[in-house]
Each structure stands twice: as structure tokens, then as C-alpha cells.
């Protein structure tokens, strides 16, 4: 079965900093991987996704994640926060061979952005 | 932008009491799928649904749950005798297709509290 895993349940940088949120997967095939954010009372909004194209991918607002299958990662990086970044990111895979192709979520990421 | 929506953004029941929640996709979509997240768990599968009827469906959605497209544009969850471990945030999706690469668009969810 396919899974994910977040490796922080917490992340704090300060603003202009890096941000770097772990995500690690295990499937026994080619996945298609996604991160979503959820800002507070919002729905879930897509950043990023993966699907056996470019291992490096850029997603909106200057996220980008890089595909590695050799360390089953796919972690999500920018290069300079800024205080709108601060909310909860999920790490998700489709699980490609169970008919619909549902989402299985990592247990999520919280990012603090300090000013 | 085109995007979910759902209502209510929080139902209170009592337990024992059914609730219907309701979900309209974005209209050329085809797939269909709800979600839930009990506070401070991860997002978890509950249904996927396309040509109406469910594709594919979780153990945790049992008889209590049922889908219903009532007409061309609205998707329900009902969860018949509500018990307190139903208490969370049900998100509803839609994605253009059922393929891997192709991403669902999440609504903000309801939360229900059953007390």
C-alpha cells in the first residue's frame, strides 16, 4: 500500500529565510505525488504536483519540490519566506492501482513563519 | 478561478441525529470524492464516486454513510445516527478525471460536532 510521511508536525523560520518541509513516500510503483496548503478556513489548495515528468517541479508561489526516487522523497522547499506562507502543508500520493485513483494524505506540516 | 463549495461551513447535531452535508463540484468535473479529518488526525479517504455511482470506498464508510448526485450539480454525504467519533471536517473533491496525475480540488469543508 502507499503512504506518506511527514516527517515535522511543526516548522518554524523567520521571514527571508529558507523553508524546507520533509516528505518521504513508499509505493510499490511509479507514484504521482502532490502538496497541497491549507491556510486557516480555507479549503485545501494545490502547490505542486509530481507526476513522472521533471523530478524538479515548481509549483505556485515560489514552491518547488524535487522528486527522489533513490531516497523516496519529496520535499517541499522555497527559498525566502514570507509571513502569508505560515499554514498547514500536506504531503499526499495517489494510490495509483485501487481503481479511483483516491488521495492518501501525510499526517501534515505546520509552518510558522516568524517576522 | 471555478472551485468547491460546501454547506454548511459547521453543522451541530445531536447524536443519533442524520445530517446531510452538501458539496458542489466544479461543474466539467466528473469525479467525485469526500474526505474527513478528525482534529488533530490526518485527512483520511472516505468515498470516490463517477457515473454515479462509488468507485471505490474506505472501511470507515460504512452503512451509516451513503453519496447521492441529486441532480447535475450538487454531491451530498449523509451519515445516518451520528455518533460523537463522527465529530471532524468533511472536505468534498472533484478532479476532471479519475487519473494519477490529475489533482482534486478541495472545498473549505464542514465541520460537524455531534454532542
Known amino acids: 500500500a502507499q503512504s506518506v510521511t511527514q516527517l515535522d508536525s511543526h516548522v518554524s523560520v523567520s521571514e527571508g529565510t529558507p523553508v524546507l518541509l520533509r516528505c518521504n513516500y513508499s509505493s510499490s510503483y511509479s507514484p504521482s505525488l502532490f502538496w497541497y496548503v491549507q491556510h486557516p478556513n480555507k479549503g485545501l489548495q494545490l502547490l505542486l504536483k509530481?507526476?513522472?515528468?521533471?523530478?524538479l517541479v515548481k509549483g505556485i508561489n515560489g514552491f518547488e519540490a524535487e522528486f527522489k526516487k533513490s531516497e523516496t522523497s519529496f520535499h517541499l522547499t522555497k527559498p525566502s519566506a514570507h509571513m502569508s506562507d505560515a499554514a498547514e502543508y500536506f504531503c499526499v500520493v495517489s494510490d495509483r492501482y485501487s481503481g479511483t485513483y483516491k488521495y492518501i494524505f501525510g499526517t501534515g506540516t505546520r509552518l510558522k513563519v516568524l517576522a | 478561478e471555478p472551485e468547491v463549495t460546501q454547506t454548511p461551513s459547521h453543522q451541530v447535531t445531536q447524536m443519533g441525529q442524520e445530517v446531510i452535508l452538501h458539496c458542489v463540484p466544479i461543474?466539467?468535473?466528473?469525479?467525485f470524492y469526500w474526505y474527513r479529518q478528525i482534529l488533530g488526525q490526518k485527512v483520511e479517504f472516505l468515498v470516490s464516486?463517477?457515473?454515479?455511482?462509488?468507485?471505490?470506498k474506505s472501511e470507515i464508510f460504512d452503512d451509516q454513510f451513503s453519496v447521492e448526485r441529486p441532480d447535475g450539480s450538487n454531491f451530498t454525504l449523509k451519515i445516518r445516527s451520528t455518533k460523537l467519533e463522527d465529530s471532524a471536517m468533511y472536505f468534498c473533491a472533484s478532479s476532471e478525471s479519475g487519473g494519477a496525475g490529475y489533482e482534486q480540488y478541495f472545498g473549505p469543508g464542514t465541520r460537524l460536532t455531534v454532542t
Open positions: 461543474s466539467n468535473h466528473l469525479y
Open positions: 464516486f463517477y457515473n454515479n455511482e462509488i468507485s471505490e
Open positions: 509530481y507526476t513522472s515528468a521533471a523530478t
